[in-house]
């Protein structure tokens, strides 16, 4: 079993997946250079959080060019567990791998706190260690947050179960009071339809133990852990 | 023959001219005359505060490393670099761009000193928020923070804010960061070995800047635009890959000195860097990646461009070296060599366009300002506690100050800074104290920044004293020992003798306070001139400090945890309202002076403190300050919004009258609470080190009551004082 | 030489959360008939041709592909120059 995480420059999370992944969970790990125009033999691949190119001309938007993308692209389309976290959702989105597309927070500014999401589907390669409707406490820290899709792409997601994690209450209540950054539908995490590919805004690898506030980012390590153990 | 107004206009007096003709024998080239003004301003030389900071001690209980830029200490096998850095001129006038280059500068020194920044502090001064204007200060200087220290991924944990009409027209923005190095892997700032190169690394240079460091910083402020050429923008992009990228140089071993571009870049890269190696130094001016056309010599010797930096690299590793930075698509060019002549020689176009021992450049004059105590002192001391009434209702001036701009929650703002990236931060904001794990060890970093500027301007001597205690006792109150000191020492103009007295004064009661509590001043910075056409700001040197926590488990917050447990106050209330926030926001009185501190009560009141937390007896430790203890209180209930937790208070048990009980700001007190079996063995160290112990009440749901003398004077709701405490300050901007 | 601006705004059905911002600003201000504010941005390229209809065309597809995503962003753009 084999993690990558893939440092593009103005990746700022990728030494935080790397730290819980090999640390934590004392999986292999390495990181992949963006320039590198093929990919070893991965299991699971981190695109992690950060400002990819500054994020100068819109959020993901140059890194989704970088040479390491065609062959991460190839990857998830053989049904490769590709992961992306905050800035790495936003390339997902970017680069088509999932849909819809990422706006400005609602209240035009940085948001860095704790918050609550709500499992919506656990049969996933990322949630199979949670409880639909349990509660994970994972922290945001973005300034384009607010996922946009149209009725109708929203409706499909529904339908093919492909909201992940929705963001609500302490006790589970999913409302625009516990909306964070105006996200349709509360949504904080979407797979693409054959749901090897999740983009998530909170930040896993900074809820790794209790004492930085929480733990329940391991959930999600772990399942992808457990569902690799099954298929490898 | 250089005209007198070309001079002045930079700066330089007569008599400083004349030196400049005597050292070189001859007329100063035009860039060479560039370079004397930087290099000799109070900015770059301290020269008007050099004599009296070198009261300052440097030793302390753990060892310590001074550099060139920074400094810090050893713990074990690791470096702690940390450094504060004032960007008060360029903030005011564009407080975006002011805030994010003064971060990014500031964590420029952390790294090129070896070191990977981990986390950031800034301690900020507004004017009243009813000005529109500083509201769009802070707002800028708050965005401006957030997009640099966010994009860098280096967390910001913690700082302060205060607000007061001092600072109407001058601004005060402190960055510190903290950065982490193996301590076999330190660099200085120097140049040595003749014949290896010098390279330089980073963004190009532009016209930007230029000037700024002596025009910026040292003329008076007026508010307006037309400065707003001299004003550098910040690329955080850059900057980011640039950590990267040399700490990846670094590992090579190669690089054997390294110097960030700061203030009057090149000039002060390339004397100070041959200066420290006992070297010197020639450069090819041509060889610089430049943004515009025909730049002149002396616009690249001064340039302030941001995101540079200058290496010495041994003799034939440059291409090692450049191929790093190419990697992280940064230009790296060999733009000259080390010397062993001592001089700093600089060619452009074929010729010699300066050539000087870089010595003198860096031994500037230092000047002995006269200095004289402000005549409206000895009035402004005195205050009659019998004619200031007491308040009918305390809850109301309880309320009051717990949504006072100074003293409300910050959440505003220190949510828009992302404070977890790098996953270390085990204090989040919001507590006396930041606290940042070391991963793999069982140890942490406590880090704070404190300066009550109020008490600077009734007493500057005990003022400072207290800026120091304080940021002490918050740390002990996070469970940390106290380690060292960075200042950023931000004053009025220093040629006014009352302002001098204040700079003075401060200096020697932060340099008494450090040596009785054993800390090291290990890094600092002065910014003078911070003055309105009306005013000088209040004198404020502020003090950012870190702390060691042995076992990061026992790291302790300021809110109660949970219903009845016993809560303890270590210290006395004393009959002192002088300098309050209470007598300010109530009384709307600015008097008196600042609370009286005995360093050898603060000493002991530390240390009794610490042991009690090392040893796993507490809750939680608060230390009282701003608003005293009503308000010290009020954080312990509300301070965690998911968990209030409210408290019975009936055991103060103290003479003076109630206001000053509640709400005068006695130094060295801390709010303890604890379990009830705890009780003993806390009063057991207490006793120990003479410390005052009262048991004043315990926590329990909901409510904050006190009560004195069986009559309750303050009873209010958790849920109320939270939402003063906690929405007014985004009421108060929006 | 060609210079090109290329206009890039939110689509007209997305909520712009700046605009209101301004506006708001721009109210207080007592600038009473602003009924609507929408941020967008201008991107400036300087192309080394004389070849208008290429330069359309590449303009074009670079909009589309990278300085402006579609899904929540319009563009226009215009080209002067000879």
């Known amino acids: 079993m084999r993690f990558g995480v893939v440092v593009f420059p103005g990746s700022n999370c ?138 109708n792409g929203y409706s499909r997601l529904k339908e093919n179960k492909q909201i992940v994690l929705r963001y609500c209450s302490r006790q589970g209540v999913v409302s625009d009071e516990y909306n964070p950054n105006g996200a349709k539908g509360n949504i904080a995490g979407i797979v693409n339809e054959r749901g090897n590919v999740l983009g998530m805004m909170p930040h896993p690898e900074r809820s790794p133990e209790a004492s930085l506030g929480s733990d329940d980012g391991i959930y999600l390590f772990d399942s992808i852990i457990t569902w690799l153990r099954k298929v490898i | 023959m250089i005209k007198p107004h070309v001079y002045h206009s930079l700066g330089l007096c007569d008599q400083e001219y004349q030196s400049i ?29 050099r004599k009296w900071l070198k009261l300052l001690p440097k030793k302390g209980k753990y060892r310590n490393l001074l550099s060139e830029d920074s400094g810090g200490i050893i713990v074990d096998d690791l470096a702690v670099i940390f450094k504060m850095e004032s960007h008060n001129h360029p903030s005011q006038v564009e407080p975006k761009q002011g805030a994010a280059t003064g971060v990014g500068g500031i964590i420029r ?13 800034n301690s900020l001064r507004f004017g009243q928020l009813t000005k529109p204007y500083n509201r769009y200060l802070l707002k800028g200087v708050v965005d401006g923070i957030q997009s640099y220290g966010n994009c860098l991924g280096v967390p910001t944990i913690g700082g302060e804010i205060y607000f007061d009409k001092s600072y109407n027209g001058n601004c005060l923005v402190n960055a510190m960061s903290i950065g982490i190095a193996k301590k076999d892997k330190v660099v200085r700032a120097r140049a040595k070995g003749n014949g290896n190169a010098i390279i330089y690394a980073g963004a190009s240079t532009g016209r930007d800047g230029i000037g700024g460091c002596s025009v910026l910083a040292s003329k008076e402020f007026k508010e307006g635009e037309e400065k707003r050429p001299a004003v550098q923008i910040g690329d955080p992009f850059t900057e980011k890959c640039l950590i990267e990228a040399t700490l990846e140089a670094l590992n090579t071993g190669y690089v054997l000195g390294l110097k960030d571009m700061g203030a009057a870049g090149l000039t002060c890269c390339t004397s100070e860097m041959a200066q420290a190696g006992d070297s010197g130094m020639e450069i090819e001016l041509e060889r610089v990646p430049k943004k515009e056309k025909d730049m002149q010599a002396w616009e690249l010797m001064m340039s302030e461009s941001q995101e540079r930096m200058l290496l010495c690299v041994e003799k034939g590793k440059e291409k090692t070296i450049k191929d790093i930075f190419a990697k992280w698509d940064l230009q790296a060019s060999v733009i000259g060599r080390v010397t062993d002549d001592g001089r700093v020689r600089i060619k452009y176009k074929g010729n010699v366009v300066a050539d000087i021992r870089a010595r003198a450049l860096t031994d500037s004059p230092i000047y002995d300002m006269p200095y004289k105590k402000p005549a409206y002192l000895d ?97 002990v109150c996070s469970g940390a020992q106290p380690a060292a000191v960075t200042d950023c020492l931000n004053f009025g103009n220093p040629e006014k003798a009352d302002r001098f007295w204040q700079f003075k004064n401060c200096v020697q009661g932060i340099a008494r306070a450090c040596r009785f509590l054993r800390l090291p001043v290990v890094s600092g910075n002065v910014s003078f001139y911070n003055e309105s056409p009306k005013e000088a700001i209040y004198p404020t040197p502020t003090i950012g400090m870190i702390g060691i926590i042995d076992d990061v488990k026992l790291a302790c917050t300021q809110y109660f945890k949970k219903e009845d447990d016993v809560v303890i106050l270590l210290g006395l209330c004393r009959a002192e309202l002088g300098g309050t926030e209470y007598l300010k926001i109530a009384h709307k009185k600015v008097r008196g002076d600042a609370p009286a501190l005995d360093l050898r009560r ?49 055991g103060l048990t103290f003479n003076s009258r109630s206001d000053a009980v509640l709400f005068g700001e006695s130094q060295s007190r801390v709010i303890i609470s604890c379990e009830k079996k705890n009780v003993p063995k806390i009063k057991t160290i207490a006793a120990k080190s003479k410390v005052p112990f009262r048991v004043i009440g315990k926590t329990c749901a909901e409510r904050l009551k006190i009560s004195r003398r069986d009559k309750v004077i303050v009873d209010l709701p958790c849920q109320m004082m939270s939402t003063a405490w906690s929405d007014s300050l985004e009421k108060m901007i929006f | ?78 080209i002067k120059g000879e």
């Open chain 1, 14 to 151: 990728d030494q935080d997946c790397f730290y819980v992944i090999r640390d934590r969970l004392a999986q292999p790990v390495r990181y992949i250079w963006h320039k590198d125009k093929r990919i070893a033999d991965y299991d699971c691949i981190i695109l992690p959080g950060g400002f990819s190119y500054g994020d100068y001309l819109r959020a993901g938007a140059i890194a989704r060019f970088s040479p390491i993308m065609k062959p991460i692209i190839d990857f998830a389309h053989k049904g490769g567990a590709v992961l992306g976290i905050c800035n790495g959702f936003q390339i997902l989105l970017e680069a088509g791998l999932l849909p819809g597309a990422m706006l400005r927070n609602d209240n035009i500014h940085f948001i860095c706190k704790y918050v609550y999401t709500r499992v919506e589907n656990d049969s996933t390669i990322f949630t199979n260690s949670c409880k639909k409707g349990q509660i994970l406490k994972i922290p945001i820290a973005h300034n384009e947050g607010r996922y946009y899709i149209d009725e």
């Open chain 2, 21 to 49: 003709v005597d050292i070189l024998g001859r007329e100063p080239s035009n860039t060479e005359l560039a370079m004397f003004s930087v290099e000799w301003s109070e900015h770059c030389g301290y020269t008007r505060s």
């Open chain 2, 379 to 475: 009035k402004l001391n005195k205050l009659d506690l019998s004619k200031i009434p007491l308040p009918q209702d305390c809850n109301k001036v309880l309320l009051k100050l717990l949504s006072s701009p100074s003293l409300c929650s910050k959440k505003w703002v220190y949510e828009q800074y992302d404070h977890m990236v790098q996953t270390n931060t085990v204090v989040l904001p919001g507590s006396d104290a930041a606290v940042i794990r070391l991963k793999g060890k069982n140890k942490a970093i406590a880090a704070t920044t404190d300066c009550n500027s109020r008490y600077c301007y009734l007493n500057p001597y005990r003022g400072a004293q207290i800026a120091v205690a304080e940021a002490a006792r918050n740390l």
């Open chain 3, 1 to 78: 030489m060609l210079e090109a601006n290329v206009y890039v705004r939110l689509k007209k059905t997305i909520t712009d959360p700046q605009g209101l911002a301004i506006k708001h600003a721009l109210d207080s201000l007592d600038y009473k008939d602003i009924e609507q504010v929408r941020v967008g941005k201008v991107i400036t390229l300087r192309l080394d041709t004389k070849d208008k209809k290429t330069a359309t065309r590449q303009i074009d597809e670079m909009s589309k592909k990278v300085l402006a995503n579609p899904i929540i962003e319009d563009y226009s753009f215009d």
């Open chain 2, 602 to 650: 603060e000493q002991a009141l530390q240390r009794a403190t610490l042991e009690a937390i090392r040893k796993g007896l507490v809750s939680s430790a608060h230390d009282c300050s701003e608003g005293g203890l009503a308000v010290a209180l009020a954080e312990c209930c509300i301070s965690d919004r998911e968990n209030m937790v409210g408290a019975v208070i009936d």
């Open chain 2, 109 to 121: 020194d952390i790294f090129t000193a070896g070191a990977r920044p981990v986390a950031s502090l």
